[in-house]
């Protein structure tokens, strides 16, 4: 005879048997028998402030559910047509018409003006214009470095550009509706920069079918980007990704950021520049490579001056180029004992060095990584997509993907 059985060991009604199984599971204590008295049994017991932090998780599923059904319903509408994607880097404005499967079919590349944000604006309004003249477009995707708001419209700050919470999408669109009568496309969409080359390696180059996918962009200093199960990384604000900025040596050199010690200071084309300087000051016959790759300024040496040299053989430019190859590999340790990513491109001008870079960057990896031995590791590849990955990401990613 069970607890829930009549005296007599008779049937009881479904209903009564039902609230008697209930009651006599309350009095053993354990868990409340319908769904709805368990939820109440596990608010009464959360104390207040988990109870909003579980509102708070469940607002932003919903927001991401949200979020997800809106790509999906912007994929059918945009479909795989051509996009515009811009880059705007620095010194250049490159932008190109992209097509589905990442090719660039068209062309067009400016200086970047001036600091002004709207000089830039209108630059960017002329590109989209000279290359909507020959293509049917049915979005436009728009690269910049610096931090982008979660809703993809407005740059928050860039260090470049004097921008300082930036409506980029507006403007843009407005300027061409200005110029043209009419928009193009169905969509404008505002992208940091190492998040569109990021996004490119993972539909089109060395990043192609890896789900947990590092990319770091070493330029002149170090941009960095996830794409976790084919979306992109961007963080509760927008701005997750800024690996550049981990201290990797309390008190060491000053950043722009304004800190000390920030990995891309000894892993980019900055620092790569920095220590060719020092050795081509030093009149050393061991700086003369580099010195001559200068036409003989010992200030004008830059990265590009280093890398080049290396690539010749150099052996101080080598030298270089492995130590700032070391400091890569620490980094990269550091983000796959945080990470655990399968595969770590790592992309921008600094990596042309190839191998001379990435062969010393593994070894430190693999010397300082945790439980190494004990773990699988994550490749180190170069990127394939060069130059173009900001364009053709940035591109793809105003078709409504990542
Ligand atoms: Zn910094």
Redesign the pocket.
């Known amino acids: 005879m069970s607890e829930v059985d009549g005296p007599g060991g008779e049937a009881l009604p479904a209903g009564e048997r039902a609230r008697r199984a209930r009651a006599a599971r309350r009095a053993r204590g354990e868990a409340a028998a319908t769904p709805a008295e368990r939820r109440r049994a596990a608010r009464s017991r959360e104390p207040l402030f988990a109870r909003a932090e579980v509102d708070e998780v469940r607002r932003l599923r919903r927001l991401q559910a949200g979020e997800r059904l809106r790509l999906q319903a912007r994929r059918a509408m945009i479909g795989d047509g051509l996009a515009i994607g811009i880059d705007i880097g620095g010194t250049k404005v490159a932008a190109g018409v992209v097509d589905a499967q990442g090719r660039v079919v068209a062309r067009a590349r400016r200086d970047t003006p001036t600091r002004s944000p709207q000089a830039v604006e209108d630059l960017i309004a002329e590109l989209v214009a000279e290359l909507s003249a020959r293509h049917e477009i049915v979005s436009v995707g728009i690269g910049a470095a610096g931090f982008v708001d979660v809703t993809r419209s407005t740059v928050v700050f860039s260090p470049h550009l004097a921008w300082r919470d930036e409506p980029l999408r507006e403007a843009v669109e407005l300027r061409v509706r200005e110029r043209l009568g009419r928009r193009v496309g169905r969509r404008t969409l505002v992208e940091n920069d190492a998040n569109a080359a990021a996004w490119a390696e993972y539909r089109f180059g060395a990043g192609r079918g890896e789900p947990r996918l590092v990319c770091i962009t070493l330029g002149t ?1 170090i941009g960095g980007a996830m794409v976790t199960e084919g979306r992109l990384q961007r963080g509760r604000h927008g701005i997750a990704g800024e690996f ?2 981990m ?1 990797v040596v309390p008190g060491g050199h000053r ?5 000390r010690g ?4 000894y892993a980019s084309g900055n620092s790569l520049g920095r220590d060719g300087r020092e050795l081509a000051r030093g009149r050393s016959p061991f700086g003369h490579a580099l010195l001559a790759g200068a036409g003989g300024d010992p200030e004008a040496v830059r990265g590009q001056v280093v890398t080049d040299a290396a690539r010749t053989g150099d052996p101080a430019a080598v030298e270089i180029v492995q130590d700032t190859g070391r400091w890569l590999g620490t980094g990269i340790a550091n983000l796959a004992a945080a990470l655990d990513p399968g595969t770590f491109v790592i992309g921008g001008g600094v990596s042309d060095a190839g191998d001379l870079l990435l062969g010393p960057a593994r070894e430190e990896f693999r010397r300082t990584l945790t439980g190494r031995g004990y773990r699988p590791e994550a490749e180190i590849v170069r990127a394939q997509l060069g130059p173009d990955a900001g364009l053709v990401g940035a591109a793809d990613l105003s078709r409504g993907w990542g």
Do not use: F, L, M, P
């Not at 920030?262 to 200071?265: G, K, L, T």
């Open positions: 200093g550049g900025h201290v950043c722009e950021c304004g800190n920030c990995w891309e200071q």
